[in-house]
C-alpha cells in the first residue's frame, strides 16, 4: 500500500485526529466551542481550519489537483497570524500532522509503509512548513503595516488637534464679535 492509499482510507480518523490537535493550541473553551460547531457561520474560524485541513490532506494523498494546497494553507495562516499565538503554535499544526500519521500508521495492523514513502511523505509536510512559514510572515508584516499606520494617523489627528486649539488661543478677539 502506498502512503497515497494510506491517507485516502484512512483520512477521516486522520483529519479528526489533526483538528484535536490543533484545537490543543487554544484556550479549552475556544477549543470546545471551535470543535462542536461546524456550520461556516456561527463559527467561520473552525469551519475554515477543518476543511482547509481536509483538503491540504487531499492533495497529500493525491485526491485533488496539486498546486491549490497553498491556498488552503494560506487560509488557516491568516486566522492564526492574526490570534496571539507565537509563531511557533501558529504553525505548530504542520508538524502535528506527521505526529497523527505516524500514530494512524502504528495503528494500523496491515503491512507497514515502505520507509522510503514514509519519509518522502513526511518531506512533503516539511515543505508545507516552510511554505506556511512564509505566509505567516507575511501576514504578520501586513499586520504591523497596518498598526503603524492606524498610529501614525491617529498622532497626525492629534497633532491636528493640538495646532488647532493653538491657533485658536493665539488669535486676540475680533472687536467685531
Sequence with gaps: MSIEQFLSEQKDAILKGWFDLVLDTYPPDTASFLKKQDNPFTNPVGHTIREGMGHILDELAGETPSGQIGAFLDNIIRIRAV???TPERALSFIFSLK????????AESRQPLPYDE???FESRVDRL????????VQCREKL???KANELRNMTFRLLQQVN???EDQGKKP???D
Design 164 to 166: 488647532n486649539v493653538d
Design 118 to 120: 514514509l519519509l518522502a
Design 174 to 176: 475680533d472687536p467685531a
Design 144 to 146: 504591523y503595516d497596518i
Design 83 to 85: 490570534q496571539d499565538l
Design 99 to 106: 505526529e497523527v500519521v505516524r500514530e494512524a500508521l502504528r
Design 129 to 136: 512548513a516552510l511554505t506556511s512559514f512564509g505566509i505567516f
